[in-house]
């Protein structure tokens, strides 16, 4: 079960990312950002007369009705473009409106690495980390995301109530898909963020499960001597002898027959001596 429930996140996390990091690059690309249309009151039949209707981006603006009509100018950050706008609060809701878009900009920077990052780690579990950072950026990217959508709507709000009420005038705007593919890639950033965030623990918790005890690593029976448990440790192990010729062996073997045996006590070796002093070392300290 939790195998699978690494997995589900690992799938969750690259799609929820991946589908944040198409919707505002599409967001950011399009100008279907906010749709407004301008007019007069017929008073007679009391019908309305376009005069002016467009359509914004972050970079460009696009009129479909008026002087204009079928022209697209690009969003000038610098100078002012050359257009027939009918009133002055139009103009300034477009001017007001360039103050959000370096926010968009630094999410789509911020997503972008944030999904880079998240894949490496995918590739590679073994590094834990690349969950945790990936997941800080993406929540990093939404949070500068909709930062950029708050500025945008309270910029256009501020420009609309002080624009002066005429009966024989109307004015009508409404956000369009662009804006809507933006807000939606905020939920879903934030998705991936808090399900990459809550991998990378799940993936920690299992390598601190499975990792060995330190203790392991320095095995003592006791404290009270200094040669406890030494004979545990690999480091305290006699290096490998090297092979030895044959003539060599056999040449021992004859030294050795034709010498008279050794006394019992001789016989025992220095780890049979170490053994013994380990023991009653053992027995002194219980």
């Known amino acids: 079960m939790s195998s699978f429930s690494t997995r589900a996140l690992t799938l969750l996390s690259s799609v929820f990312g991946a589908c944040g990091l198409l919707l505002v690059g599409v967001a950011v690309s399009t100008d279907y950002w906010l749709l407004m249309e301008e007019g007069i009151i017929l008073q007679q039949n009391q019908t309305t007369e376009v005069k002016m209707a467009l359509h914004s981006g972050l970079w460009r603006v696009c009129f479909v009705a008026g002087p204009e009509k079928g022209r697209c100018v690009a969003s000038e950050y610098f100078t002012e473009p050359e257009i027939e706008i009918t009133t002055e609060n139009t103009a300034n809701i477009l001017k007001m409106v360039r103050t ?3 926010f968009p900009m630094v999410s789509l920077l911020f997503v972008f690495t944030a999904f880079v990052i998240s894949n490496i780690g995918h590739i590679r579990p073994q590094r834990t980390i690349l969950a945790f950072v990936s997941g800080i950026f993406f929540i990093l990217s939404g949070l500068s995301l909709v930062v950029g959508l708050v500025l945008y709507i309270s910029s256009i709000n501020d420009e ?4 002066p009420r005429e009966p024989e005038q109307f004015f009508h705007y ?3 898909w662009s804006f809507a593919f933006a807000a939606s890639s905020f939920l879903l950033k934030e998705g991936a963020g808090v399900m ?3 991998l990378f623990m799940k993936r920690y918790a299992e390598e601190e499960l499975y ?3 330190p203790a392991l690593y320095h095995p003592r ?3 009270c001597s200094d040669y406890s448990g030494q004979f ?3 480091d305290s192990w006699a290096p490998p002898q090297r092979g030895r010729s044959a003539s060599d062996v056999s040449s021992d073997i004859s030294i050795q027959l034709n010498q ?3 006394p019992q006590q001789h016989l025992k070796g220095d780890h049979l001596l170490k053994a013994e002093t380990l023991l009653n070392a053992n027995l002194y300290c219980e």
Do not use: F, K, Q
Request: glycine content about 4%.
């Open 232 to 234: 545990l440790h690999p």
């Open 100 to 102: 959000a878009t370096p």
């Open 211 to 213: 990792r060995p005890h």
């Open 174 to 176: 409404r956000y369009g």
């Open 221 to 223: 029976m006791s404290d």
């Open 260 to 262: 008279t045996p050794p």
């Open 160 to 163: 609309v109530m002080n624009r």
């Open 196 to 198: 990459s965030v809550y």
